[in-house]
């Protein structure tokens, strides 16, 4: 004889409406659904940032102040060993200014990249037993990526305050436009890497060595002077610059590093940032749409 619960269990659920394990559409009207799903979501999207952060410091003493203390170790570090060791702050004026902006915009970048790829592997258990947009998972990694950023740059404008080289004018416009494209990239790459994840576990681990090589490629520890002395007006120069991190970084020091004001940049470095802005944004549509289409078969991947 048959449980009246279960009986009447089953009876709602046929009632029920039927549901796709993902989102369908075309290239366009799927992704609008996707982002009316995502917005419709934006508390579960805030708790999961909320979660994020208090996973990651769960049962530390200090809580979030290791947010600051990794970056600050890692600049004590470099200002040592390549500031005065190897004679880097004889070249560039304001070293811990200068080596604190980039460390900031590389740490933003390859939190939201190294992060969002096991996002979704992380959260098997959710994925598995309830259906709700699986973006939310990689998106909830750059919420927390961005409120470390922000804490960085609380101790970066105590430094340029303290320093009398508070930065003003346009000079500003650069902080805002380097932030969008680091986003742009970061959650673009994200996006499709956990997707792809999913299917190889190997990409985790090839993800923290590509990020390792990619640091060295953008002038974080050396300046942009060195480059252009090296390999100026070459094609390397230009494969150098059409990396958008590199960009990146350069313009968070035009904004922020106000000693090397008259230190050379690439020509033309706004005109770079809105192209590489423009790509990015190409390429986190069509990283949504790779990530919709592998989203069908990730509860039974998992």
Known sequence: MRNPEAVARSARLREEPWQASAP????????????REIFGRRELLALLVRRELKARYKDSSLGFLWSLLRPLSILI??????GKFLGAERAIP?????????????QLFQEIVSSSTGSIVG??????????????????????????????????????IITDRVPTGSRLWYLPLSLAVVL??????????????????????????????????????????????????????????????????LGMQRALWVA??????????????????????????????LFNRLEGNFAQEL
């Open 123 to 160: 959260n098997a258990g959710l994925v598995r037993k309830v259906y709700l947009p699986r973006e939310v998972f990689p998106l909830s990694t750059v919420g927390s990526g961005l409120f470390n950023f922000g804490t960085q740059m609380v101790i970066l404008a105590a430094a340029v």
């Open 24 to 35: 369908s559409g075309g290239f366009v009207t799927g992704t609008i659904r996707s982002i």
């Open 94 to 106: 304001d070293f811990a200014i200068y080596i604190f902006t980039g460390l900031i915009v590389w």
């Open 260 to 289: 090397g004001t008259d230190e050379p940049v690439p020509d033309g470095l706004a005109t770079r940032l809105l192209v590489a802005l423009a790509i990015g944004t190409v390429l986190l549509w069509l990283s949504q749409r």
């Open 184 to 249: 742009t990239f970061g959650t673009a790459i994200g996006l499709a890497l956990a997707a792809v994840n999913v299917y190889l576990r190997d990409v985790q681990y090839l993800v923290e060595i590509v990020l390792t090589i990619l640091f060295w490629a953008s002038p974080i520890v050396y300046s942009w002077r060195l480059v252009q002395d090296a390999i100026g007006g070459s094609w390397a120069a230009d494969l150098y610059l059409n990396n958008p991190v590199t960009l990146a970084v």
């Open 77 to 82: 570090v470099y200002y040592v060993a390549i």
